[in-house]
């Protein structure tokens, strides 16, 4: 199985800031990556895929980079809506394999 | 819009076999593949399996021993039923579209989340 790490489990940051998610995969997946939003007792929801692709309707603030084995997940200007859990999921072989999350928390 | 919706017990005895099922409104399930995943309390989202709307499926085989995924076509619905359940089976379990062919094989949307609680 592809191991995707999460360096960070948490982040703390303000309204407006710029903060970036890494994710790392052990071993090459190309840029068969995506990034979801979760918030508890709502639906995961599809950010990038692709490693960069926007997903449709979601707010140009977010975007994705990367390839190989490492990834980011960028927010550009934190909305109050955006503080939540960030997971990536590598899609390059079986079995898919997600990382543990990262939670972004208000400072 | 599409929409998916997890339903099943909340509560499932160890050694028994726990049965979900997705009931998919605002489109069709036809020409797409169909997971189910879970995420245990603290710990990370496990991908279960897929089936595509013909039938055909993939199993993790970590799981693939207990696991069977179905689909009814008719019903717009598609199932889950793993066995011999333990403790370890505790968990958030979310159905979702994909691996979608066209998006990087990523899932979209997801249901909610039912919580499945394996306890006597």
């Known amino acids: 199985d592809i191991q995707m790490t999460q360096s960070a489990s948490s982040l703390s940051a303000s309204v407006g800031d710029r903060v970036t998610i890494t994710c790392r995969a052990g071993?090459?997946?190309?840029?068969?990556l995506s990034w979801y939003q979760r918030k508890p007792g709502k639906a995961p929801k599809l950010l990038i895929y692709?490693?960069?692709s926007l997903q449709s309707g979601v707010p140009s603030r977010f975007s994705g980079s990367g390839s190989g084995t490492d990834f980011t997940l960028t927010i550009s200007g934190l909305q109050p809506e955006d503080f939540a859990t960030y997971s990536c999921?590598?899609?390059?072989?079986?079995?898919?394999?997600f990382g543990q999350g990262t939670k972004l928390e208000i400072k | 819009q599409v929409q998916l919706q997890e339903s099943g017990p909340g509560l499932v005895k160890p050694s028994e076999t726990l049965s979900l099922t997705c009931t998919i409104s605002g489109g069709s399930i036809n020409s797409y593949f169909w997971s189910w995943i879970r995420q245990p309390p603290g710990k990370g989202l496990e991908w279960i399996g897929y089936?595509?709307?013909?039938?055909?499926?993939n199993y993790n085989p970590s799981l693939k021993s207990r696991v069977t995924i179905s689909v009814d076509t008719s019903k717009n619905q598609f199932s889950l039923k793993l066995g011999s359940v333990t403790a370890a089976d505790t968990a958030v379990y979310y159905c979702?579209?994909?691996?979608?062919?066209?998006?990087?094989?990523?899932?979209?949307?997801w249901g909610q989340g039912t919580l499945v609680t394996v306890s006597s």
């Open positions: 089936i595509y709307y013909t039938g055909g499926t």
């Open positions: 692709a490693a960069s």
């Open positions: 999921q590598q899609s390059y072989s079986h079995p898919y394999t």
């Open positions: 071993q090459s997946i190309g840029n068969y």
């Open positions: 979702a579209r994909g691996p979608i062919n066209l998006m990087g094989l990523s899932f979209d949307p």
